[in-house]
């Protein structure tokens, strides 16, 4: 949405003066929006965690804790869940928060304006019992609701109707674009798009203050030699991520170090297999060889992982054979194996598909969204050549790179997802099933992927209590979509942070940086 200023003007502003409590850290995207309804990105989501919350949250293991909502139960027979809300808390403007304001953020949240309105598929209604009281109706049986809300977070109804911005707007902006008023641990201080935005502590916050900073300075920095000097300089106290080639050096420099771990997200290839044409290079308008299964089982063939992993993730990363990684709930175990590096069944496959000359095709990547993303899909493009698949690359900034893939403009695509309530439910509802707004499902499922009994499985998998019945269930929705190979999963994407030696702070999987578990000693 915004242009980045180029490299010198970032350098003066990371060379500004700061005391000793003020902390500044850098990252690869700049986050598109401060409106936490607009954008279904982690960028915005992991960022506004700082400043908005929600009914609940998650803590340092993960784990779905109590936030605005001090407690939630079972309505009657599988009806909903009633939350019973924290009193006292006020938002950054002084207003108190209420149920009005959880009643507006749920009717703004799910709007057709809001990115996010997908959350809310299981949603019948949202009743306001008292002032701190709040029932939230399911249409069916839902016991994963609750874990499903961490990242919906609360506005307040009176500042935003105040400043017009009742509904999001994530193409134009609105006030709450570049403004923000939430509960949170920090508020927003001043907000410069593609150059800087600072927090500071917010002294009404309700909870217990465990950081010591006194301002917080976030500056996105593309290019990740530029990220690693201003960490070796000192201009910046961390950065996320360390590109993998340098992390030994940032670890083997005193004063620095890198933080490592396993990220939940899973990067995959995905195809625009619901159109009947090519979109791009000389075969645009020809008949759409990703239709056809064989053709995209080729395509998982004819990918190396264990290459990929070895010289461009350093062996960092994991080999992913579904939508999650084997740590999150539903993952199927006897569905764990990968198709096999196989170029000669690849070419085998195409040529049984019509395709024994190959074809070409536009592939669309980001170039700075995901760990080494560009230079993965130039090992992809290579390896996809070997067996007679012509991609024409076309890698992107992020902010270009969403609105491309919304509006169909790919032949195949890179992707990552991350599971905001650690289940495979969540890419499921969002990746694999049939696209339809009325149902607020299938948002991301940019390819149109469609399967009848992965549609009717779906509700019987949110609504299922007993844990063997529901794992049955998400084995068979496995089954189909790999069988069907609707993407090719590649590897779960490591966490490599760098930060100071002075800097304690805490890595979770979903790769949100959480400023009040930061110390600066």
């Not at 209420?98 to 057709?112: K, N």
């Not at 935003?160 to 994530?170: G, M, Q, S, V």
């Not at 030699?225 to 030994?248: H, R, Y």
Request: aromatic share 10%.
């Amino acid at each position: 949405m915004f242009k980045l200023f180029a490299t010198t003007a970032l350098t003066l502003c990371l060379a500004s003066a700061a005391s000793a409590e003020t902390f500044k850290w850098a990252g690869t995207t700049d986050p598109q929006t401060m409106d936490p309804h607009a954008v279904n990105s982690a960028p915005v989501l992991g960022f506004l965690n700082n400043v908005y919350e929600g009914l609940v949250r998650r803590g340092k293991d993960m784990a779905v804790e109590p936030a605005l909502a001090t407690s939630w139960e079972p309505i009657g027979e599988g009806e909903g869940w009633r939350f019973n809300l924290r009193k006292g808390v006020k938002f950054h403007d002084g207003a108190d928060f209420t149920a009005e304001d959880v009643l507006f953020s749920y009717q703004r949240a799910s709007s057709e304006a809001s990115d996010t309105r997908s959350w809310f598929a299981p949603v019948a209604d949202v009743k306001v019992v008292d002032d701190y009281t709040v029932d939230i109706l399911t249409s069916a049986p839902n016991p994963i609701f609750p874990d499903s809300i961490a990242n919906w977070m609360m506005m307040d109804k009176g500042w935003a109707e105040a400043n017009n911005t009742a509904l999001p707007d994530k193409e134009s902006g609105n006030f709450a674009t570049l403004n923000a008023n939430g509960t949170g641990a920090f508020m927003l201080k001043d907000r410069q798009p593609g150059l800087t935005t600072t927090l500071a502590p917010f002294d009404g916050w309700w909870d217990e203050v465990e950081h010591n900073i006194t301002e917080a300075v976030f500056t996105p920095i593309d290019n990740p030699a530029t990220a690693v000097a201003a960490l070796l300089s000192g201009d910046v106290d961390m950065i996320n991520p360390v590109p993998i080639q340098d992390a030994a050096r940032v670890d083997d420099r005193d004063g620095t170090k890198v933080i490592r771990g396993i990220e939940a997200r899973v990067i995959m290839l995905g195809f625009g297999q619901d159109r009947d044409e090519l979109k791009y290079t000389a075969m645009a308008g020809q008949p759409n060889p990703f239709k056809d299964a064989r053709v995209r089982e080729a395509v998982a063939k004819a990918i190396n992982v264990d290459a990929i992993l070895k010289t461009i993730m350093r062996g960092s990363a994991e080999p992913a054979s579904q939508l999650v990684s084997p740590a999150m709930r539903g993952f199927s175990d006897a569905l764990a194996a990968r198709p096999a590096y196989d170029v000669a069944g690849a070419k085998a496959l195409l040529a049984e598909a019509g395709y024994a000359d190959g074809f070409s095709f536009g592939l669309k990547c980001p170039n700075n969204r995901y760990l080494n993303d560009e230079a993965v899909c130039q090992a992809v493009t290579g390896m996809l050549a070997q067996v007679g698949i012509k991609a024409e690359l076309d890698a992107m900034p992020v902010q270009n790179y969403w609105p491309e893939l919304r509006a169909d403009n790919f032949d195949m695509y890179l992707l990552g997802w991350s599971p905001g309530t650690f289940d495979h439910e969540h890419p499921v509802r969002f990746l694999v099933t049939t696209p339809n707004p009325e149902k607020k499902l299938g948002s991301w499922n940019f390819g149109g992927f469609s399967n009848a009994r992965v549609d009717e499985l779906l509700p019987m998998v949110q609504s299922e209590i007993d844990d063997g019945k529901r794992q049955a269930m998400m084995d068979e929705i496995t089954s189909i979509y790999q069988s069907e190979h609707a993407y090719v999963p590649m590897y779960v994407q490591p966490l490599v942070w760098g930060a100071q030696d002075n800097i304690e702070l805490t890595q979770r999987p979903d790769n949100f940086f959480i400023l009040r578990w930061v110390t600066v000693n």
